[in-house]
Nanobody, 124 residues
Framework: QVQLVESGGGLVQAGGSLRLSCAAS????????MGWFRQAPGKEREFVAA????????VYADSVKGRFTISRDNAEKTVYLQMNSLKPEDTAVYYC?????????????????WGQGTQVTVSS
C-alpha cells in the first residue's frame, strides 16, 4: 500500500500563490508517476499535472500551463505543486495520486492511490 498526504491548501486572493505538498509513504517503489487532480463543487474531477519520479518528465493541463509547476523530491518522497497567478476558477479540492505506469496519466481512473485532498479557495 501507498499512503499519500496532501498539505498546503488555503484561502488566497486572485493573483496570489500557494504551494501544495504531497508526502508519500509505504510501498512507494511500486509507484512510477505522481499526479495532481482537482474537483470543484458540482464538477467532475479533472487532471492538473503529473510527474515521473525518475527522469522528471511532466504533463500539464492546458488550463494551468505557465502558472502551475509540478516538482518532486525523490529523497523526501514528496511531490509539490507550485501554483502562481491563481484565479477564482482554480478553487477546488486538490488531490494527489500515484500510479505505476506513465500511460494515460491524465485519466484519474488510471491511478491506484489517492490522498484525502486539500482545499484551495481563490477569492476575487
Amino acid at each position: 500500500q501507498v499512503q499519500l498526504v496532501e498539505s498546503g491548501g488555503g484561502l488566497v486572493q486572485a493573483g496570489g500563490s500557494l504551494r501544495l505538498s504531497c508526502a508519500a509513504s509505504g510501498r512507494t517503489f511500486s509507484t512510477f508517476v505522481m499526479g495532481w487532480f482537482r474537483q470543484a463543487p458540482g464538477k467532475e474531477r479533472e487532471f492538473v499535472a503529473a510527474i515521473r519520479w525518475y527522469g522528471g518528465s511532466t504533463v500539464y493541463a492546458d488550463s494551468v500551463k505557465g502558472r502551475f509547476t509540478i516538482s518532486r523530491d525523490n529523497a523526501e518522497k514528496t511531490v509539490y505543486l507550485q501554483m502562481n497567478s491563481l484565479k477564482p476558477e482554480d478553487t477546488a479540492v486538490y488531490y494527489c495520486a500515484a500510479d505505476n505506469s506513465w500511460t494515460q496519466v491524465t485519466r484519474d481512473e488510471e491511478y491506484d492511490y489517492w490522498g484525502q485532498g486539500t482545499q484551495v479557495t481563490v477569492s476575487s
